[in-house]
Structure formats: structure tokens, C-alpha cells
């Protein structure tokens, strides 16, 4: 049972660049998000799905697009990569947003210079 | 200012010594969960609590919801290597359909 897998696990982008980072899970939860996680700052909620079709944004959305056209899938596009975008990324996924325990992926480590 | 605050930041305390960390917000919660997260990994979950006053024990590991449910803390009795890690609150049902961390609290228990 894979659970929550993102790819890849490091990446380095030049500023202005864009990429996606990827994130499936396997065990047909409705609920996903993405968080990034910076020193002293715990983990920030950018975007979250309640089920294929539908996103919103979190508390840090901007310079980030998501989109679910699977239950399994949820990609995080970068548009125009910064140097503020560098931080880890952690995808998860959960049955329901409370009362459930959300499992994690284990993150992507970008760095953009 | 985030939704939760967790207290204090850093923690270093010597094997066997008792630790509470704080998790705090002016926020009403319809829940709370408490997660631990090592280097290089996801966070994993502890425990979740739901009803005002509410107390959950998991070995060493105390949890406990205020009876308003803005508040918790986990207190970790005789602390051992083991427990080192990031602890990490999130609480849902304040914001929407959101579930929000706390900044965490960096635990270091020193043999």
C-alpha cells in the first residue's frame, strides 16, 4: 500500500522557471492538500480539494495553481518560480478535512536560485 | 499571526524529565490533532481530539482539549530519546474546510 506519493523528492529551479509537483495517493480519500513548511513556521495550507472538480485556495496560495481531475491526483504547479518558493513541500490526503487522520507524503525539497 | 500558536518554539530537556507543550488560539475548533514529524518525513498523526475537556493518553503521552476547544497541550511523562522530533497541532472546523497547523514545537530529549 503506497499511500501518498509525491515526486521527485529534491529539485532545484532557476527563478522564472515552472514546474509541477506531483502528488497521488491510493486509497480513494477525497480530501487533499498542499502545504509548504519553512523553518519556524509549521506547515502552511496553499491549496486543498474536497473531491475531483473542486479546489481553493489556503493561507498562501499566490504563485502556485492546482487543479484535481482524479480522485488519485493532485498536482502543484509552480508558475514563475522565486527564491520566497523555496521551502518543502508536503502533499496530503484524508477521508475528511476533521476528525480523520490526514497521511502525508514525504515532501519535496525545492530550492530556486 | 496564525490561527495557532504553539508554545514554546524549542525544547531541550534530559531523559526521563517531564515536557508540556501548548497549543493555543482564539478560535474555536471542532477538533485537534496532535502530529509528530522527524527530519526527512511527512508528519504522522498522534492522536485527535473532539470534545471540550477531553483527554486522550497514549503510553507516555498525554493529550488534552480545553473545555472551550480553542485550546490543547501534550505532556510527555518521563521523556525518552525516542520522543525527539517536531510536534506539530492542527486544528479544523475555524476556517472553513481547512485543516490549520500550529508552528510547531522542536523537541530535543538528550540521553
Known amino acids: 500500500n503506497a499511500g501518498v506519493t509525491q515526486t521527485p523528492k529534491f529539485q532545484v529551479l532557476k527563478t522564472g522557471q515552472s514546474m509541477t509537483l506531483q502528488c497521488a495517493q491510493d486509497?480513494?480519500?477525497?480530501?487533499m492538500s498542499w502545504y509548504r513548511q519553512d523553518p519556524g513556521m509549521g506547515l502552511r495550507l496553499i491549496h486543498y480539494?474536497?473531491?475531483?472538480?473542486?479546489?481553493d485556495q489556503g493561507e498562501v496560495p499566490n504563485g502556485y495553481n492546482v487543479s484535481r481531475s482524479t480522485t488519485e491526483d493532485f498536482p502543484l504547479r509552480l508558475l514563475s518560480a522565486a527564491p520566497s518558493q523555496t521551502s518543502v513541500y508536503f502533499c496530503a490526503s484524508s477521508f475528511a478535512y476533521m476528525n480523520t487522520e490526514a497521511f502525508f507524503g514525504q515532501g519535496t525539497r525545492l530550492t530556486v536560485v | 499571526t496564525q490561527l495557532l500558536e504553539q508554545s514554546p518554539q524549542f525544547l531541550s530537556i534530559q531523559e526521563g524529565e517531564n515536557l508540556t507543550v501548548y497549543c493555543n488560539s482564539s478560535s474555536v475548533f471542532s477538533s485537534l490533532q496532535w502530529y509528530r514529524q522527524e527530519p526527512g518525513e511527512g508528519p504522522v498523526l498522534l492522536v485527535t481530539?473532539?470534545?471540550?475537556?477531553e483527554v486522550k493518553k497514549l503510553k507516555r503521552l498525554t493529550f488534552q482539549f480545553g473545555d472551550a476547544r480553542k485550546d490543547s497541550s501534550l505532556h510527555i511523562t518521563a521523556a525518552q530519546p525516542g520522543d525527539t522530533g517536531l510536534y506539530l497541532c492542527a486544528g479544523a472546523g475555524a476556517a472553513g474546510n481547512k485543516l490549520t497547523f500550529g508552528g510547531g514545537t522542536r523537541v530535543l530529549v538528550k540521553p
Open positions: 486509497m480513494n480519500h477525497e480530501y
Open positions: 480539494s474536497v473531491g475531483a472538480g473542486i479546489t
Open positions: 481530539v473532539v470534545t471540550g475537556g
